[in-house]
């Protein structure tokens, strides 16, 4: 089980492109660092699966917040496509989400979505992501790895930069993220705290 400190902006146009310049190698930005050659573009499809009506039931249940078959492809290939199963249980604190999941691989997919609809869990949602990945190193915190995706999520432009394990102390990380949001010029007030299911629904902020 890994810790998870993420948080994520959404983006207009502009704001966008000027992230794709920076992470892409077109123009560099005083206090990042861009891995070299790890620019990824993928593309994923994330199903969700509960036993409930709606997230009320669920959380008052205690089912985990992310019941999720997810896969993925480098865009452009889709026979190296692969799957992934994810058990996530979130919690958000001062606006970050700190998330605690186990992911594992699994080669046929089907299988899984075959147990969960006989054990009585249902389809409730769907995310389709097109993203660019890539690792950062910053100023704001030296030694921590930044991992960003500039992404349109059922259309929507968002930046989303997590921290996965780390030894650094949660609350550093979360203001390290923060300072790394204002390194590309964003307004850390328009973070969204909203799950994905309530952004793509319209839910209330």
């Known amino acids: 089980m890994g810790r998870e400190i993420e948080i994520k902006i ?7 492109d000027k992230i794709f310049s920076v992470i892409s190698g077109e123009q560099t930005l005083p206090g990042l660092e861009v891995e070299a050659d790890g620019l990824e573009h ?21 089912e985990p917040q992310v019941i999720r078959i ?24 001062n606006g970050i989400e700190l998330n605690r999941e186990d992911e594992t691989f699994v080669e046929k997919p089907e299988v899984i979505r075959d147990l969960l609809l006989f054990s009585g869990y249902h389809q409730f949602f769907e995310k389709n992501k097109n993203a660019y990945g890539v690792h950062c190193q910053s100023v704001v915190l030296p030694g921590c790895d930044f991992h ?4 349109m999520v059922n259309g929507l432009k968002y930046i989303e930069v997590e921290v996965t394990d780390g030894t650094d102390a949660a609350d ?22 909203r799950s994905w299911m309530e952004i793509i629904n319209g839910g209330a902020k």
């Open 10 to 16: 959404p983006l207009t146009d502009a704001e966008y």
């Open 42 to 62: 993928l593309l994923k499809s994330d199903t969700y699966f509960s036993r409930y009506a709606s997230r009320e039931e669920s959380k008052a249940a205690g």
């Open 70 to 93: 997810r896969s993925e492809a480098s865009a452009g290939d889709k026979t190296n496509e692969r799957s992934y199963f994810c058990i996530k249980r979130k919690t958000i604190e």
């Open 148 to 151: 960003l995706e500039l992404e």
């Open 172 to 193: 550093d990380v979360r203001v390290a993220l923060e300072k790394f949001m204002e390194l590309f010029g964003l307004n850390t007030s328009k973070r969204d705290r």
